[in-house]
């Protein structure tokens, strides 16, 4: 069987044209650099013959985690400290190289990427911990590197009988977010982070030239009245690590520190309560626990039985996109949106899928549309254009209204239902702005209601 790159990312980037009323929405796969069938095979030329890291017990140590990013120039003083303070340090990539350069021996090199020309990235460290996924140019550099087992969902086929325990590390696909996770495993729960920019300074994507990623494409992000240059894989980076470290933080008994200059740093200091709503989403729906529940793919049915939909069908708020596959079942077209590019199940990604702000107008229309679990996020200064923009959209909408507060945003410090209301509070608010609903259900914790257009 053709093993082909699985997406890691799903980006949507707007582009507008001069004139245009609406952006131009262009999808944009993130693949990983290595084919799965190339990761598979170093893992299992990798693995045999090695001791693998297994979990260790939690101890009070301090990691210093050095990626590559440009600041890492700016912060060799502190980084020094730490050292003499007797701080274990990591350098990630080519950041070990750029230490010893600078007078710093690291305690340990961290190495995952699987491509060939990853071995040139080798440099001085006391000890080297390479992902089995590497390619075996990077043992036959440095035979006596520990090896480590990065989450695959495909591993088990190729590991070879072992022994003794081990542990596999997750925390995404790129070495910054994946180390925190190796150092967890080593037993370390206080992490100091220098290098962790994930984004560009002027021409410079790395503290030291690494041309193997001088042709990825770029982006520019606004964040507290600045722009920041990134990478595609670098703002896929970034979200995962705002969903990794909040989860370690939150649930793991982590403390983690980020200094130097960037997009990643400067958002992580100025805390949650800075993130906008688009990047909160995105960092929640990159948290494998947020998608489990989908609460409109239960309601599905219920649709179907109270408003009998035939034709087009908007879900607004499509989230994970399993309720609109449950609704082109059920034989209906469907157009889905939703306000996070990274929302969509890999299932669902065949669906007409479009980012929008539910408080802005939007271009479509269809007779019914599907509304579930949405506007108790929706600040409410905005209700008012949210409701009014979905019914201008379709004819007959349904919704469901959670009339609770959230148990999930937490997870990132900051709560995600926005307006909390009782059902009779909505009922009111659907009346006054001109709505006829012809329906309601109070089920205690959340609220159902059909809210259809008043034919005059």
């Known amino acids: 069987m053709k093993i082909t790159p699985s997406p890691i990312n799903r980006l949507l980037i707007e582009h507008y044209n001069e004139g245009a009323t609406m952006p131009l929405v262009l999808p944009v796969a993130v693949i990983c650099n290595t084919t799965d069938e190339q990761l598979l095979g170093n893992i299992k030329a990798n693995s045999p013959g090695r001791t693998w890291l297994k979990l260790e017990e939690a101890h009070d140590r301090v990691a210093v985690l050095c990626g590559s990013g440009p600041s890492l120039a700016d912060t060799l003083p502190e980084i020094r400290g730490h050292a003499a303070r007797g701080d274990v340090i990591f350098g990630l990539n080519a950041a070990a190289g750029f230490l010893f350069e600078n007078g710093i021996l690291a305690s340990y090199q961290a190495i995952a990427d699987a491509r060939a020309a990853t071995a040139d990235l080798i440099g001085p460290a006391k000890e080297h911990l390479f992902a089995s996924q590497v390619s075996p ?16 969902d495909d591993i088990d086929e190729v590991l070879p009988e072992y022994d003794d ?32 920019d994930t984004s560009y300074r002027g021409d410079n994507h790395h503290v030291v030239d690494q041309a193997l990623n001088d042709e990825e494409a770029v982006v520019t992000i606004p964040f507290m009245g600045r722009d920041y240059t990134v990478s595609l894989t670098m703002r896929g980076q970034c979200r995962a690590f705002f969903a990794v470290a909040h989860v370690m933080q939150k649930t793991m008994g982590c403390t983690i520190e980020v200094h130097g200059d960037g997009i990643l740093p400067d958002m992580w200091r100025a805390g949650p309560d800075a993130l906008s709503e688009h990047q909160k989403y995105e960092t929640m729906w990159s948290l494998p626990e947020y998608r489990q529940w989908s609460p409109g793919e239960d309601l599905v049915d219920k649709f179907f039985d109270i408003v009998k939909p035939m034709g087009l069908v908007i879900d607004f708020g499509c989230g994970t996109g399993r309720a609109s596959l449950k609704i082109e079942e059920r034989g209906c077209e469907v157009i889905a949106i939703d306000f996070a590019s990274n929302c969509l199940d890999h299932t669902s990604r065949g669906l007409r899928f479009f980012t929008m702000d539910l408080s802005k107008p939007m271009p479509f229309s269809a007779p019914y549309g599907f509304c579930t679990d949405v506007l108790e996020h929706i600040p409410t200064a905005q209700i008012g254009d949210v409701i ?5 959209c379709a004819k007959t909408v349904f919704f469901q209204v959670s009339t609770v507060n959230d148990i999930f945003g937490q997870t990132i410090g900051t709560p995600l239902h926005l307006t909390v209301q009782q059902h009779g509070w909505w009922i009111d608010l659907f009346e006054t702005m001109g709505y006829t609903v012809t329906y309601d259900m109070d089920r205690g914790n959340a609220s159902l209601f059909v809210v259809s257009r008043k034919v005059n």
Not at 137 to 152: D, G, Q, T, V, Y
Not at 177 to 192: D, I, P, S
């Open 388 to 392: 009014s923009n979905i019914m201008a």
């Open 137 to 152: 140019k990077c043992f036959e550099r440095m035979p006596s590197a520990h090896l480590w087992h990065m989450i695959n």
């Open 165 to 196: 325990d081990y542990c596999l590390v997750g925390g995404g696909t790129s070495i910054g977010c994946t180390a925190l996770f190796l150092a967890y495993a080593m037993g370390y729960r206080k992490f100091v982070l220098y290098g962790y």
